[in-house]
């Protein structure tokens, strides 16, 4: 093992990278996410599936069901629920009887990609069954009875981002990491984290979390040498403060002190008309 290690061999897990914010831009702004047509629909359900719920294997995705999603609004607002079911993590039993099944609420900001309103959309046009089927052409979206088949799942976050024109290793993996390291950089707690992502260990999240570049350079410049400092060529001579004047009426001027005292004073005798 430290033969491998020092040929630079085994050394580096290589990971799904996060898609970052300006990325996730680029995905919308190139018409790749949105409701124009139903594959754009999918597309948008299935990265924030992963985003947002913590979803990662094609195995979760293939066993998904529409009733697992709930729309709904209270006073903080309109949201999408998820609640989860037997997965990759979470077989049920009794080994797992003190774990709670995974139930994420989501608020959405209105507004034109409120994604609460995606979700809906979605979910009025497949009614019920498989929540992955086969998109057909046309406007509005529609979709047809043959669930999306596995392989395509598997690729599918490759797919979008190879189609936005993203270079990096993104997998299904990315949209986990993705919320992880969003609500990271934002400074969330580390126990929020896990509820979104699923994870039941603080090493377990860690291991998603990622900084970005304005992160990276923060660090940088924290750890680099201090800079030279810059001298002023036109110093400009400070002045001695001076004396603190004292006013003493002069019919107390008996109370004054003598001898020493009165060095370097100044005595101001007012001298007024009664």
């Known amino acids: 093992m430290k033969d491998l290690l020092k040929r630079d061999i085994g050394g580096k897990t290589k990971q799904a990278e996060p898609i970052l914010p300006e990325d996730e831009a680029i995905i919308w702004e190139k018409g790749i996410f949105g409701d124009k047509t139903a594959d754009t629909l999918q597309c948008t359900l ?9 979803m990662r294997g ?10 697992q999603f709930i729309i709904g609004e209270d006073s903080k607002g309109k949201y999408v629920e998820f609640v989860g079911r037997a997965s990759k993590t979470f077989k049920g039993g009794l080994a797992q009887r003190e774990i709670d099944i995974k139930n994420i609420r989501h608020y959405s ?3 034109e990609r409120c994604i609460v309103d995606l979700y809906e959309k979605y979910l009025q046009a497949l009614v019920s069954g498989k929540c992955y089927r086969r ?5 509005p979206p529609r979709f047809g009875n043959q669930p999306v088949g596995v392989n395509k799942l598997r690729n599918l976050m490759k797919i979008i981002c190879a189609r936005a024109g993203l270079s990096g290793n993104y997998t299904n993996h990315s949209g986990k990491r993705t919320c992880a390291t969003q609500l990271y950089i934002a400074g969330v707690d580390e126990q929020e984290i896990m509820n979104r992502t699923g994870h039941r260990s603080e090493k377990a999240v860690r291991k998603y979390k990622s900084a970005d570049e304005s992160v990276l350079r923060k660090v940088s410049s924290v750890l680099d040498p201090p800079q030279k400092r810059k001298c002023s060529e036109n110093k400009t001579h400070q002045e001695e403060p001076t004396a603190k004047r004292a006013t003493v009426p002069l019919s107390d001027i008996s109370i ?9 004073c100044q005595v101001t005798f007012n001298v007024g008309n009664k």
Do not use: I, M, W
């Not at 094609?58 to 009733?67: G, M, P, R, V």
């Not at 998109?135 to 406007?139: D, E, K, N, R």
């Not at 004054?256 to 370097?264: A, D, E, W």
């Open 58 to 67: 094609h195995d979760e995705h293939h066993a998904l069901e529409c009733d």
């Open 46 to 54: 299935f990265f924030y599936n992963c985003k947002l719920f913590g």
């Open 109 to 111: 900001n209105q507004g």
């Open 256 to 264: 004054l002190p003598t001898g020493s005292l009165f060095n370097n």
């Open 135 to 139: 998109a057909l052409p046309g406007t």
